[in-house]
């Protein structure tokens, strides 16, 4: 027996079972990648899927909220930067403190304005990051079909309003940030004494707080640790508590700091019971991942479902979500830790979204598909790498390629309704018609339609989509004056002083109706009642050129030159690209040119 045989033999049981513990106590088993040919093509090909049904949006444009940072000065000036951290509420339409997402925008503003291609082309990038980073996890954490689940999250269509929405961009920024996290949390894990592993942690605790800088959905991440050690060790003992606890103080006070600011400057309460709100979670999560498994009818805003203690279809989802859980729990010998674990970690990353607490986009819908772009990595997980192992089971060559065609069909038929589906967000006009096609009774849809079909000069659409707004919500004051515009436009003006004058009936110091309410009066000839409506219009909105436009029309037709000149360089002081105002102006100066020589 050689030396070496006999030294193995005589090792100590304590220094074997140490061994063992420390083998067991691994998270991964994946080494790190190699850069040889086929990685690359592997992560190329997933780069392609990811960029590839994408490209349509590369075209597409600003849409619905995008103009909380294409109107902000705080994205337009250089000085912004400053004020976007340490000013946040001078970002009017943004009701969260998540600097680092109006940061890039500050910065590409720089690099190309608000040209629409180069903010989707950096979102389609991340998403493209994010696909890697993806993979890369669930190789780490030996998910069969690894390479798979990532393709799947690259050409999902529920993506689509995370990547083409450029507002939407926390989605994206924050999902980096979240999975390079996890990634490094991971080696955190494998070696947390040594002084590397430390390292990996602080990494992994600045990532969690950047991301939280993006969008605090990303607060779940180390609830979603406790879970993949749950799985992996099958316990989660005191330690593994005290290493999540900072995550758990940080993300506990960035989350309420953002609520607290929220609060202030959007004070919202719906009023929904515990009842309902325990409904409301249980029916979003079949919604979700019923959407991921079948992805048709993606509606952008969908239609609220009813509530109620008494509602017995409400109930169905509360015990059919119990069921599901207690069955994976008492199966988990059989079928292994993983499936309750990919589903825990999918309602547990959607639970900030779930209804429990309220949130501004609840007044529109229940759910959103950009609230699963993280969480729905834990059911794809499941789902692919149960198709995995059992295609490796399959006893024939033949079977397992088979299997592989059919994974290209599904990822080909994702990739086309993916294709398609980013082609919404064209324009507004094509944004909110596919809203209002899927969701009549969508909030605001209609009236945002009208006003989009009025700036893309088509009146009598507009005014049917106003009609319709305003029969969904009779005082919708927008709806009333898209429209009054419509028919000023169409030359109906006795029509549109009516519908003005009722959505005055609503808010008297609304300074767009007042404005276009002025307009209808002087394309009447009624140059000094408009005038009156003028003056109110600027009362009510005093940084506003066009009623000082619209005053010195009216003096132009009275013969009030001199007035009509000061009112007319007001306008232009405010707006200098208002070439018909200056033409007027220059009229109006020759007329006085005229008087005076007489």
Not at 158 to 180: C, M, Q, T
Not at 431 to 450: D, I, K, S, W, Y
Not at 554 to 568: D, I, M, P, Q, T
Request: hydrophobic share 50%.
């Amino acid at each position: 027996m050689s030396r070496r045989k006999r030294t193995l033999r005589r090792e100590p049981p304590a220094k074997r079972e140490t061994a063992k513990r420390a083998a067991s106590a691994s998270l991964t088993s994946a080494p790190e990648p190699r850069f040889t040919r086929r990685e690359m093509l592997a992560a190329l090909a997933l780069a392609v899927l990811a960029v590839g049904c994408y490209l349509p949006a590369l075209s597409a444009g600003f849409v619905w909220d995008d103009e909380a940072f294409t109107d902000a000065a705080t994205v337009r000036e250089w000085s912004g930067l400053w004020r976007i951290w340490f000013s946040p509420s001078e970002i009017e339409d943004e009701g969260h403190y998540w600097p680092l997402v109006y940061t890039s925008f500050w910065l590409e503003h720089k690099l190309w304005g608000f040209a629409p291609a180069g903010y989707h082309a950096v979102n389609v990038l991340l998403h493209a990051a994010n696909t890697l980073l993806v993979r890369r996890l669930a190789e780490r954490l030996a998910v069969p079909g690894a390479w798979l689940v990532a393709a799947v999250f690259a050409v999902h269509p529920l993506h689509v309003e995370s990547v083409a929405w450029i507002i939407e961009r926390k989605d994206l920024l924050s999902g980096l940030f979240y999975l390079a996290a996890f990634l490094a949390w991971l080696r955190f894990a494998d070696e947390p004494q040594g002084g590397r592993g430390r390292r990996y942690y602080v990494l992994a605790l600045a990532l969690f707080a950047a991301g939280m800088l993006c969008k605090s959905i990303v607060v779940t991440l180390p609830a979603a640790f406790l879970i993949v050690l749950w799985w992996k060790r099958g316990r989660v003992t005191g330690g593994d508590l005290a290493w999540a606890a900072p995550f758990f103080v940080v993300g506990a006070a960035m989350a309420a700091a953002d609520v607290w600011f929220y609060a202030a400057r959007e004070p919202l309460s719906l009023g929904y019971t515990a009842v309902e709100r325990l409904q409301i979670a249980a029916q979003a999560l079949w919604f979700y991942a019923g959407k991921l498994l079948w992805p048709g009818g993606l509606a952008v805003i969908y239609p609220h479902w009813e509530t109620g203690a008494g509602d017995l279809a409400a109930w169905g989802y509360v015990l059919a979500s119990v069921a599901l859980a207690a069955a994976l729990w008492f199966l988990r010998g059989r079928v292994g830790r993983g499936p309750l674990a990919g589903v825990l970690f999918f309602a547990v990353t959607l639970s900030p979204v779930l209804g429990f607490v309220d949130y501004g986009y609840m007044q529109f819908s229940f759910v959103a598909d950009r609230h699963q772009y993280l969480a729905g990595m834990g059911l794809m997980a499941v789902l692919v790498g149960a198709a995995a192992v059992g295609v490796e089971r399959l006893p024939a060559e033949v079977w397992r390629r088979c299997a592989a065609g059919a994974a290209a069909v599904v990822l080909a038929v994702l990739a086309m309704l993916t294709w398609r589906h980013a082609g919404i967000y064209r324009d507004e006009v094509t944004f909110f018609t596919h809203v209002v096609a899927h969701n009549p009774t969508a909030r605001f849809a209609q009236q945002n339609l009208g006003k989009a079909l009025l700036d893309g000069g088509r009146p009598e659409e507009a005014l049917a989509a106003s009609r319709a707004a305003m029969e969904q919500k009779p005082d919708d004051v927008k709806a009333h004056a898209n429209a009054g515009v419509a028919l000023i436009r169409m030359g109906r003006l006795d029509e549109a002083e009516e519908r003005l004058r009722a959505a005055l009936a609503f808010d008297p110091r609304d300074s767009i109706v007042l404005q276009n309410l002025a307009e209808s009066l002087r394309k009447q000839e009624r140059l000094d009642e408009a005038l009156g409506y003028y003056r109110a219009a600027l009362e009510a909105g005093p940084g506003n050129a066009l009623p000082h436009a619209g005053m010195g029309h009216a003096l132009f037709g009275l013969g009030r030159y001199e007035e009509a000149v000061r009112s007319l360089d007001r306008a232009l002081a405010l707006a200098p690209g208002l070439e018909s105002v200056r033409t007027l102006r220059d009229s109006a100066l020759s007329r006085l040119r005229r008087a005076g020589d007489r």
